[in-house]
DNA sequence: CGTACGCTTGAAAAATGTCAAAGGACGTGG
DNA sequence: CCACGTCCTTTGACATTTTTCAAGCGTACG
């Protein structure tokens, strides 16, 4: 199979699916011309590396589409995933070297690439940028605090009811519709990966799984395709207060 | 107790303690002089509130001398901790009208503080406020990812001993050494409250932290007092395998 | 057809939480 | 200076949750 998607090798930023939501969102025309001269794009199959935690970086990017994941490592193997990254999402940290953590592919991925020195030049002559790049961070802190919170504090259950409600809630953001009533989709991570994600065993997801489906919370088709009957419901087995909530 | 600092009340931006680590790290003298003119200071007694989640939050600024945490409470009363705010950490975010978490002060706390209007305009103009607040954002973002490794999964007594060593680098960095060898220190938080950073119970956190004291790995005076014989032994503990890790 | 992979389920073990009691430090007022 | 009360902490006994280890199921794919 081509690493490369032709679809994608030479998109016009004009027509990018990400165009108003990545780190170019703010830009005008004149300063989407010069972030199209030095982008490039790269693909992945899924399942691939994009890039390991401590090897040198040599470019950041926006996932254009698919699915990643950021995830931790200890030396004795134990794992945590500490990010989703969705389409328009930011990879790579300017100003640093090499990566903190493990970037996979878990669905075929397109990325849409700068190499590392000409973005920082032109995020310090283009504030646009480092301004879009801000809220952006800013966003997902506020994710990542969420995370905390349900890492420390939730339990198994609540733990894939609120995995569940956020999957939930960007499709129906990616089909521009609001969360309500009846759902359905598709989950992009196998139980392990959503075990890395919820700080539990594969095991344990299965189980909760299982029991989520018994008292009809949802219901699945296959392992991956989920109905959930009512999101009001789902929302209240995640113990979340607010369902006004943060995507990740 | 008043309120007010006396030392603080009209602090030279040129002297202040957090002038080359806060959000105006990287002003020049004409920035700095405009930051001074819409700057003011407030100061807080331990276990006072600064703000609560959901107020309306019309300021933002940076810790200058003390100790706040950020928490986040479920509607049941569960607990999470998911920042602690030490001096030249920066608090709010601009373009939000409200308070996403609640902030307290755990220890007396003089905070500098600007008009959140003010500050947003002064941001646009002067892009070394924007640049300095990313880089400390990105920072943040590490460290809560380290934090969600953390609470995902390691142990009790990991959990316990990585509390300890970032407190104890804090500590000696705050003391200009680098931590090796023997350490000693105060803990700022209450064993409640290392129970809601950590994601346990107040009596796991006291049960890990005998265990720790019986296998010699730390010494206590009191309940505070912290003696550290090998810093190396500790970092083996807490599950690290990069000692030289970010700070919180 | 068989193998591999992901998933489910069961039983037992381990870790952590809950409930309860009591010890110790510290500040206040007598 | 002492007595008292409050708050923080420790410890024990027991309950609960989650993990660990093991076995088996189902589907996709060579």
């Given at each position: 199979m081509a690493v490369h998607d032709a679809q994608f090798v030479h998109q016009e930023c004009s027509d990018c699916p990400i165009r108003h939501r990545a780190v170019c969102a703010r830009c005008d025309a004149d300063e989407l011309g010069k972030l199209e001269q030095?982008?490039?794009?790269?693909?992945?199959?899924?399942?691939?590396?994009?890039?390991?935690?401590?090897d040198r970086m040599d470019f950041v990017g926006s996932v254009v589409t698919g699915i990643a994941t950021l995830t931790q490592t200890m030396e004795d193997g134990r794992r945590q995933m500490v990010g989703l990254l969705l389409p328009s999402d930011f990879v790579g940290r300017?100003?640093?070297?090499?990566?903190?953590?493990?970037?996979?592919?878990?669905?075929?991925?397109?990325?849409?690439?700068?190499?590392?020195?000409?973005?920082?030049?032109?995020?310090?002559?283009?504030?646009?940028?480092?301004?879009?790049?801000?809220?952006?961070?800013?966003?997902?802190?506020?994710?990542?605090?969420?995370?905390?919170?349900?890492?420390?504090?939730?339990?198994a259950r609540e733990k894939i009811a609120s995995l569940l409600a956020i999957i939930?809630?960007?499709?129906?953001?990616?089909?521009?519709?609001?969360?309500?009533?009846?759902?359905?989709?598709?989950?992009?991570?196998?139980?392990?990966?959503?075990?890395?994600?919820?700080?539990?065993?594969?095991e344990t997801v299965s189980r909760q799984v299982s029991a989520l489906k018994r008292d009809d919370v949802i219901s699945?088709?296959?392992?991956?395709?989920?109905?959930?009957?009512?999101?009001?419901?789902?929302?209240?087995?995640?113990g979340d207060d607010n369902d006004g909530g943060y995507l990740v």
């Open positions: 030095i982008k490039f794009y790269r693909s992945y199959q899924a399942g691939q590396p994009v890039i390991w935690s401590g300017p100003g640093r070297a090499s990566a903190a953590y493990d970037v996979t592919a878990t669905t075929d991925l397109v990325m849409c690439c700068f190499r590392k020195k000409p973005f920082e030049e032109m995020m310090l002559a283009t504030p646009h940028i480092g301004q879009r790049l801000l809220e952006m961070t800013l966003d997902e802190l506020d994710a990542a605090r969420e995370w905390m919170l349900l890492l420390g504090r939730k339990t939930a809630r960007r499709d129906a953001a990616l089909k521009l519709r609001s969360p309500k009533g009846a759902l359905v989709f598709d989950l992009p991570l196998t139980r392990e990966e959503m075990a890395d994600y919820l700080g539990l065993t594969l699945l088709e296959g392992n991956r395709h989920v109905t959930v009957p009512d999101f009001d419901r789902l929302l209240e087995e995640a």
